[in-house]
């Protein structure tokens, strides 16, 4: 009997113990941060009194804020009002700049795409260069938002950017004049054997509309197929990526959104099928909201990918505000194809995996029109083009 009470004593002293550890744990955080954010304002103070240059508080909590965002992934980074305003106005159709969309790949600034016809793509800016300079200031390891920051400025304007390319061993500089850079959502002709040609530079607030006229208008033409071409397309919005591929992929899944906690957000097709062959060109220039449209059309067998391995930018950003003007960008989630495929780091596979040779560059095009995008297609020895007719006949053998 002694024994029994002697181990029920035991087991209270425990629990008791346990709560306590859990209570004074709690405590314990909060008093931690307390004693850190005590710190912070010792350090300001010391910094203030004794450093042999002048500093302002805004300059010291932006230092701190920054600080906060470097152990994390490199698309999360703390903003400021100037970098925020630029940033808001890259989101535009239209902004002062070079005309490159850029992605972080193993630490370093990566060019995604150049924009056809922009200054960037005329000075010779390729996919798959690596920014490491702007205006002779090192950027490799910069905040990734004011690397951006540095290359965009008021047309009329030069910046000079140092580039790696892979077949280079120097650094390449490149002295280019910004501009004001329109992006177009979409444009749409008919090329060879009545297929309906798609070309689709970014995902913007008009994307889905454009496209969605384009397809009437095939329609309307009796299209043996349709050809959406992604490549170098750097994404965009996630509204507009739901909205294309709902034209395109039958009713079901078209991308799932995994945040913290295995929590799952989902987007869905009410559509019908299309009822025509479908191809879709991908290569290292389609990033984001371009892998959630091919990998949906891939998962759900709506079409035929063709191309070179996607860029693998698969995870989501929210911005908040702050009060100073400035805000915060912060990785919340993660991107998953209808069969649940990440994508990030990964990319999407084409079905038929083919390279492309180039030609020629278009001669300085000022303004492309449908014309200009056609007189570009055929400037290049386009097998991925070709590959993608030829699949769409293969449906039409008479």
Same mark, same amino acid.
């Given at each position: 009997m002694r024994c029994l009470r002697s181990k029920q004593i035991t087991i209270a002293l425990i629990i008791i113990l346990m709560l306590f550890t859990n209570n004074s744990f709690a405590v314990e955080t909060t008093?931690?941060?307390?004693r850190k954010i005590e710190d912070l304002n010792?350090?300001?103070?010391?910094?203030?009194?004794?450093?042999?240059e002048?500093?302002?508080?805004e300059q010291l909590f932006e230092g701190a804020y920054k600080g906060l965002f470097n152990t994390l992934d490199p698309y999360s980074n703390y903003l400021n009002p100037d @970098?925020?305003?630029?940033?808001?106005? @890259?989101? &535009?159709?239209?902004?002062g700049g070079v005309g490159i969309q850029l992605g972080i790949r193993d630490g370093k600034i990566i060019v995604i795409a150049p924009i056809i016809g922009a200054p960037a793509h005329r000075a010779g800016i390729k996919a798959g260069d690596e920014i490491v300079s702007v205006d002779n200031t090192n950027v490799r390891g910069m905040n990734f938002d004011?690397?951006?920051?540095?290359?965009?400025?008021?047309?009329?304007?030069?910046?000079?950017?140092?580039?790696?390319?892979?077949e280079h061993k120097e650094v390449l500089y490149f002295e280019i004049v910004r501009e004001l850079i329109s992006v177009n959502s979409a444009q749409a002709y008919l090329i060879s054997e009545n297929i309906g040609?798609? &070309?689709?530079?970014q995902f913007n607030q008009k994307s889905g509309e454009t496209v969605a006229k &384009?397809?009437?208008e095939f329609s309307g033409q009796k299209v043996k197929g349709i050809i959406l071409d992604l490549r170098n397309n750097p994404g965009g919005l996630l509204e507009e990526a739901v909205n294309v591929a709902e034209l395109f992929v039958p009713k079901g899944p078209i991308v799932y959104i995994e945040y913290k906690n295995k929590k799952i957000q989902s987007f869905y097709s009410e559509t019908p099928k299309l009822g025509?062959?479908?191809?879709?060109?991908?290569?290292?220039?389609?990033?984001?909201?371009?892998?959630?449209?091919?990998?949906?059309?891939?998962d759900t067998k709506s079409g035929t990918i063709i191309g070179t391995k996607t860029f693998g930018k698969g995870t989501v950003q929210n911005l908040l505000p702050l009060n100073s003007g400035g805000a915060i960008k912060l990785t919340v989630a993660n991107y998953m194809t209808p069969s649940k495929k990440k994508i990030n780091g990964i990319g999407i596979t084409p079905d038929i995996i083919i390279e492309n040779h180039q030609k020629k560059d278009l001669e300085n095009p000022d303004k492309l029109d449908d014309k200009a995008l056609e007189a570009l297609v055929q400037s290049y020895d386009d097998l991925q083009l070709k590959k993608a007719i030829e699949v769409i006949m293969a449906h039409y053998p008479n």
């Open positions: 008093s931690s941060r307390t010792t350090i300001i103070d010391y910094i203030h009194r004794y450093y042999l002048e500093v302002t508080d @970098e925020f305003r630029s940033l808001t106005t @890259e989101i &535009a159709e239209s902004f004011r690397a951006i920051n540095m290359i965009l400025g008021k047309p009329g304007t030069k910046v000079i950017l140092g580039i790696q390319r892979n040609y798609i &070309a689709l530079g &384009a397809l009437e025509i062959p479908l191809a879709v060109l991908v290569n290292e220039g389609s990033a984001s909201a371009s892998e959630i449209v091919a990998g949906a059309i891939q």
